[in-house]
């Protein structure tokens, strides 16, 4: 295969080209970014007096918002030369909006300005990945996910222990709630080195543009084993919530027995834990999904997020029980992150990679909106244990008809 980058590599590092660097670079400087200010955000909206179901809207809402990003995105990305400038609009676009809670004061503000955010990162996730699967050849594709993924998870680490530190230095000298709003205005930061990393070390080929197609069409001319596979991955998004949510039931599970300031900080340090798994498992996950079964890995994955959800059902104030929750969660996630797009590389023919990119996002992001908004309802209209319950069910569901769909004939993904 030529060098898809024209770096002159060579065969000896034709996967880990300037573009796969650049992708995971541009990625730990937008999640350290957005994730200090994620990691945060729950003690911010507890501090501005909203309720937990608030948390589930703000969340929710983004992820619609970022699904017809994504959808829309795909479907355009097919028609143009370069994805380039769009992409590195979109990565602007998620710094701004998240340094902007930094002038939230109330949960309404927040929710508009996660939305914002939230579409940039939706605009620029198709394109980026169809141009990172265009940069590889097929059978290292879990490889190159994976260090993309690694370079994402590494800044989800770095992000909320930036956070961490910046409020042990701020102190006590002025109220919680302008720290945390400090604390955004300099997450402002690494999302915009994001913007400027993608623009300098990622080189694009120019396409041919491609007809044009009404959306249903297009989405409708995706091969039907790509389509399969996106139910079971829909049936699993709608248990996955988003996991702030853990943050927030650590700090209420922690609060009476260690005091509301220390639960913060264990809540915040669980939170780095389970980005750090994140992160070390990324790549690992990737390289054995090139040597066996990606479609059963992510089954097996799945399959985890529904034991870390049926552990939150029933909690105890047990810094160990509650840490390794957090571990499965950060594992779990690793594995879906990676190999989802991994295995949709594989099914999709490169003249509508973008679109069907786009649309495993927008099942995505349609799953993380349902979830979300349905566990903070349970959670603030019965109990915490009602969501968590609720997903359990859901994500045990998707992992049992992903691993059905392994056995299919035209599934597997073995030797690909």
């Known amino acids: 295969m030529d060098d898809p980058t024209g770096d002159g590599q060579g065969e000896r590092s034709r996967w880990l080209n300037r573009n796969i660097v650049g992708m995971g670079l541009t990625s730990f400087f937008s999640d350290a970014g957005h994730e200090a200010a994620t990691s945060i955000l729950p003690m911010f909206i507890q501090a501005i007096g909203a309720p937990p179901v608030a948390l589930g809207v703000i969340e929710g809402a983004a992820d619609a918002i970022s699904s017809f990003a994504k959808l829309g995105a795909g479907w355009t990305g097919d028609w143009f030369k370069h994805r380039k400038p769009l992409v590195v609009g979109g990565y602007t676009l998620t710094a701004v909006g998240v340094g902007a809670f930094a002038l939230a004061t109330n949960w309404i503000t927040i929710c508009i300005a996660r939305a914002a955010a939230w579409f940039g990162r939706g605009a620029r996730g198709p394109l980026r990945d169809s141009i990172l699967a265009e940069s590889v050849p097929p059978d290292a594709y879990g490889r190159a996910f994976g260090f993309e993924r690694a370079g994402d998870s590494l800044g989800a680490v770095l992000g909320p222990a930036l956070a961490l530190a910046l409020l042990g230095l701020l102190g006590s000298a002025q109220p919680a709630v302008d720290r945390y709003r400090t604390i955004f205005l300099i997450s402002l930061a690494p999302g915009l080195l994001a913007a400027l990393s993608f623009g300098i070390l990622v080189k694009e080929r120019a396409r041919p543009e491609r007809k044009r197609q009404a959306i249903l069409k297009a989405v409708g001319s995706l091969p039907t084993t790509f389509k399969l596979f996106l139910v079971a ?139 979300s908004f349905v566990v903070g309802l349970l959670w603030t209209r019965i109990t915490p244990a009602a969501g968590f319950a609720y997903s359990a069910i859901l994500t045990g569901a998707g992992a049992t008809l992903m691993m059905f769909l392994s056995t299919k004939r035209g599934v597997q993904t073995n030797n690909m």
């Open 233 to 371: 991955v829909g049936i699993f998004g709608i248990g996955d919530f988003a996991h702030t949510l853990l943050i927030l039931r650590a700090v209420q599970v922690l609060t009476p027995s260690h005091g509301a300031a220390a639960a913060n900080r264990i809540a915040v340090i669980f939170y780095i834990v389970h980005n750090l798994i994140y992160t070390s498992m990324s790549y690992p996950v990737g390289a054995v999904g090139d040597k066996t079964d990606k479609v059963k890995l992510l089954a097996g994955g799945y399959l985890i997020a529904a034991v870390m959800a049926a552990g939150f059902v029933v909690t105890a104030p047990s810094i160990w029980y509650l840490g390794l929750l957090f571990f499965l969660g950060g594992f779990f996630l690793a594995v879906q992150d990676t190999l989802e797009r991994a295995i949709g590389a594989h099914f999709l023919p490169k003249d509508s990679s973008t679109m069907g990119f786009g649309v495993l996002a927008t099942v995505n992001g349609i799953g993380d909106f349902v979830s």
